[in-house]
C-alpha cells in the first residue's frame, strides 16, 4: 500500500518546515493566431514572456498585435522589440505590452486566495500522494480550483464523481466541500484507506441539518443548485431541506408549520445574498430559526468585505479563481453591488486589455481556493506605473489540523518507521507538530518539483 517505506517515511518526517522556493512557473498558453518567424524569437522574447522551449523550437508564435508604434524605429513596449539588435519588422510581441503600463496603480486584497479549510485539503491530498503509490482517489475537486487540480492530477490523483469509479481498496480523499452521507459509507466500505478533507466549517452545518431536522424543523438552505456543497449538505436530510436559490428568494415555499422553519445557508454565498433572503424568510415566519450571525464562513466574509473596500476606490475589480468556484463568483457579485466592473479570471492570460482602457486603479483579489503566484502573475501583467497597495481589511490566523484519519495514519507510521529503523525520528518532532508551519503552497511547491 506505502511506497517504499524506508525512504519514502523518511521523506515524510523531514518534510520542509521552511519555505520551498516557489518554482518557475511554465508559460501559460499561447493564445491567438498563430503564425511562424523565421528570425531568432527567443530574442524577441527576452525578458517579456517565456516561451516554451518546444514552441520556439516548431516556430510557434503568438500573433498578438502590432508590436512597434510607427515610424520611429521604436518598440510600443521596451521590454521586447526595442532592445534587441535583431529586431524584426513584424507584427509579434509580447502580450504583456497590451496592458502593461495602462494603470496607474493595483489595489490588492487583504485577506484574499487560500483560506484555512483550503490549506487543510490541499496539505492532506499532499500527503496522500506522498504515502501511496498512484493513483490516489479523490472524491470530487479537492477545491475548486483548475490550477490546483491540474497539479495534483500530474502527480496520480484521479478525481471521480462516484465512488463506483474507484477500484476496492485503494486510497481515497473526500474533497474540503463535504460529501453526502451516503457516500462517505459507499467510501469506506470499499477503500483501503479513507481521509475526509471536508472543512469544519462544512461539517457545522452538516450537524445543523442533523439537529435541526432531529427537532422537527424544516429547512431553507440557501445555496447554488448542483454545487457540491449544497449537494452534500442537503444530503443530510433530503427531505426536509428545500434548497433557496439565493437570487430566486422563497418563491412558493409552504411550511408544513411557520412556527417550525430554520434557514441555514451554503458557506460560499455573498453576505447580500444571505441578508436578503434572511429578511424575507423573518417577514414570513417570525420564529425563524437561524444561526447568530449566518452559515457564511469567516473566509468568504473577510475576502468580501476586501472586496467592498476595493470598491470604494478601484476603477475595476478582477477576481482570480475558477467558475466552479462559488466565493469566487461571490466575490463578482460583491463588487457589482457595489457598483464597480469586476471579472472573474483563471489567470493573467485572461486579462483582456480592453478592460483596462480609462482604469486607473485595478483592484485584485483571489478566491479561497486560487494560489497566490496566479495573483503574482496578474499583478505582473498589468504591470502598474505606481506600484501595488496592499488593502487590509484584517489579518486572518485560522488554522485547520489535518483530518482525523489522516493523522492517525501518518502518527501509526511513523511509530512504525520508529520502531523498524535505527536512524530514526525517535524523541524527535512528529510528522503532525510541524503541519502549522507549512502551507499549502508549500505542498503544491512539493508536488510540482
Ligand atoms: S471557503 Fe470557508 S467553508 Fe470553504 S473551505 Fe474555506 S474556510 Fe472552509
Given at each position: 500500500?506505502?511506497?517504499?517505506?524506508?525512504?519514502?517515511?523518511?521523506?515524510?518526517?523531514?518534510?520542509?518546515?521552511?519555505?520551498v522556493?516557489?518554482?518557475?512557473?511554465?508559460?501559460?498558453?499561447?493564445?491567438?493566431e498563430l503564425?511562424?518567424?523565421?528570425?531568432n524569437?527567443?530574442?524577441?522574447?527576452?525578458?517579456?514572456?517565456?516561451?516554451?522551449?518546444?514552441?520556439?523550437?516548431?516556430?510557434?508564435?503568438?500573433?498578438?498585435?502590432?508590436?512597434?508604434?510607427?515610424?520611429?524605429?521604436?518598440?510600443?513596449?521596451?521590454g521586447?522589440?526595442?532592445?534587441?539588435?535583431?529586431?524584426?519588422?513584424?507584427?509579434?510581441?509580447?502580450?504583456?505590452?497590451?496592458?502593461?503600463?495602462?494603470?496607474?496603480?493595483?489595489?490588492?486584497?487583504?485577506?484574499?486566495?487560500?483560506?484555512?479549510?483550503?490549506?487543510?485539503a490541499?496539505?492532506?491530498l499532499?500527503?496522500?500522494?506522498?504515502v501511496?503509490?498512484?493513483?490516489?482517489y479523490?472524491?470530487?475537486?479537492?477545491?475548486h480550483?483548475?490550477?490546483?487540480?491540474?497539479?495534483?492530477?500530474?502527480?496520480?490523483?484521479?478525481?471521480?464523481?462516484?465512488?463506483?469509479?474507484?477500484?476496492?481498496?485503494?486510497?481515497?480523499?473526500?474533497?474540503?466541500?463535504g460529501?453526502?452521507?451516503?457516500?462517505?459509507?459507499?467510501?469506506q466500505?470499499?477503500?483501503?484507506?479513507?481521509?475526509?478533507?471536508?472543512c469544519?466549517?462544512?461539517?457545522?452545518v452538516h450537524?445543523?441539518?442533523?439537529?435541526?431536522?432531529?427537532?422537527?424543523?424544516?429547512?431553507?438552505?440557501i445555496?447554488?443548485?448542483?454545487?457540491?456543497?449544497?449537494?452534500?449538505?442537503?444530503?443530510?436530510?433530503?427531505?426536509?431541506?428545500?434548497?433557496?436559490?439565493?437570487?430566486?428568494?422563497l418563491?412558493?415555499?409552504?411550511?408544513?408549520?411557520?412556527?417550525?422553519?430554520?434557514?441555514?445557508?451554503?458557506?460560499?454565498?455573498?453576505?447580500f445574498?444571505?441578508?436578503?433572503?434572511?429578511?424575507?424568510?423573518?417577514?414570513?415566519?417570525?420564529?425563524l430559526?437561524?444561526a447568530?450571525?449566518?452559515?457564511?464562513?469567516?473566509?468568504?466574509?473577510?475576502?468580501?468585505?476586501?472586496?467592498?473596500?476595493?470598491?470604494?476606490?478601484?476603477?475595476?475589480?478582477?477576481?482570480?479563481?475558477?467558475?466552479?468556484?462559488?466565493?469566487?463568483?461571490?466575490?463578482?457579485?460583491?463588487?457589482?453591488?457595489a457598483?464597480?466592473?469586476?471579472?472573474?479570471?483563471?489567470?493573467a492570460?485572461?486579462?483582456?486589455?480592453?478592460?483596462?482602457?480609462?482604469k486607473?486603479?485595478?483592484?485584485?483579489?483571489?478566491?479561497?481556493?486560487?494560489?497566490?503566484?496566479?495573483?503574482?502573475?496578474?499583478?505582473?501583467?498589468?504591470?502598474?506605473?505606481?506600484?501595488?497597495?496592499?488593502?487590509?481589511?484584517?489579518?486572518?490566523?485560522e488554522?485547520?489540523?489535518?483530518?482525523?484519519q489522516?493523522?492517525?495514519?501518518?502518527?501509526?507510521?511513523?511509530?512504525?518507521?520508529?520502531?523498524?529503523?535505527?536512524?530514526?525520528?525517535?524523541?524527535?518532532?512528529?510528522?503532525?507538530?510541524?503541519?502549522?508551519?507549512?502551507t499549502?503552497?508549500e505542498?503544491?511547491?512539493?508536488?510540482?518539483?
Amino acid at each position: 500500500m506505502c511506497r517504499d517505506v524506508g525512504s519514502q517515511v523518511f521523506g515524510l518526517i523531514n518534510l520542509p518546515a521552511t519555505r520551498v522556493d516557489k518554482k518557475k512557473l511554465p508559460a501559460g498558453p499561447i493564445g491567438h493566431e498563430l503564425a511562424p518567424i523565421s528570425r531568432n524569437p527567443r530574442l524577441l522574447f527576452d525578458d517579456c514572456l517565456a516561451l516554451p522551449d518546444d514552441a520556439i523550437d516548431q516556430g510557434r508564435f503568438a500573433n498578438v498585435g502590432p508590436a512597434d508604434d510607427g515610424d520611429d524605429g521604436e518598440s510600443a513596449h521596451d521590454g521586447t522589440l526595442g532592445r534587441n539588435e535583431n529586431r524584426l519588422e513584424s507584427e509579434y510581441t509580447c502580450p504583456a505590452s497590451n496592458m502593461a503600463d495602462m494603470v496607474e496603480r493595483v489595489q490588492l486584497a487583504e485577506p484574499r486566495g487560500f483560506c484555512a479549510g483550503v490549506e487543510m485539503a490541499i496539505k492532506s491530498l499532499t500527503w496522500m500522494v506522498r504515502v501511496f503509490e498512484a493513483p490516489v482517489y479523490c472524491y470530487h475537486e479537492i477545491v475548486h480550483n483548475r490550477w490546483v487540480v491540474d497539479a495534483f492530477e500530474r502527480v496520480g490523483v484521479i478525481f471521480v464523481n462516484s465512488m463506483n469509479e474507484v477500484p476496492l481498496g485503494a486510497p481515497v480523499m473526500l474533497s474540503a466541500h463535504g460529501s453526502a452521507p451516503e457516500v462517505v459509507a459507499a467510501a469506506q466500505a470499499s477503500a483501503g484507506v479513507v481521509v475526509d478533507a471536508v472543512c469544519p466549517l462544512v461539517t457545522k452545518v452538516h450537524h445543523e441539518v442533523k439537529t435541526l431536522t432531529d427537532k422537527g424543523f424544516q429547512i431553507l438552505y440557501i445555496g447554488h443548485g448542483g454545487h457540491d456543497e449544497a449537494v452534500g449538505t442537503i444530503a443530510e436530510a433530503p427531505e426536509h431541506i428545500t434548497l433557496i436559490e439565493p437570487e430566486r428568494g422563497l418563491e412558493s415555499f409552504k411550511a408544513k408549520d411557520p412556527t417550525k422553519v430554520a434557514l441555514l445557508a451554503q458557506t460560499t454565498l455573498g453576505l447580500f445574498e444571505w441578508e436578503d433572503v434572511l429578511r424575507q424568510s423573518q417577514a414570513e415566519f417570525p420564529e425563524l430559526k437561524t444561526a447568530r450571525k449566518s452559515d457564511l464562513c469567516y473566509a468568504t466574509t473577510n475576502r468580501q468585505e476586501a472586496v467592498q473596500q476595493l470598491s470604494t476606490s478601484a476603477d475595476l475589480v478582477l477576481v482570480v479563481g475558477s467558475d466552479s468556484s462559488s466565493n469566487t463568483r461571490a466575490l463578482v457579485r460583491v463588487a457589482h453591488e457595489a457598483g464597480i466592473p469586476a471579472y472573474r479570471i483563471d489567470n493573467a492570460d485572461a486579462i483582456d486589455p480592453e478592460w483596462l482602457i480609462g482604469k486607473e486603479i485595478v483592484g485584485v483579489t483571489a478566491g479561497a481556493s486560487a494560489p497566490d503566484h496566479l495573483v503574482s502573475e496578474v499583478i505582473d501583467r498589468i504591470n502598474p506605473r505606481n506600484g501595488v497597495e496592499l488593502i487590509q481589511v484584517t489579518k486572518e490566523g485560522e488554522y485547520f489540523p489535518l483530518p482525523p484519519q489522516l493523522r492517525g495514519f501518518l502518527t501509526a507510521l511513523q511509530a512504525v518507521v520508529e520502531a523498524g529503523f535505527s536512524a530514526s525520528n525517535r524523541g524527535g518532532r512528529g510528522l503532525l507538530e510541524d503541519d502549522r508551519s507549512w502551507t499549502a503552497t508549500e505542498a503544491l511547491d512539493l508536488i510540482s518539483e
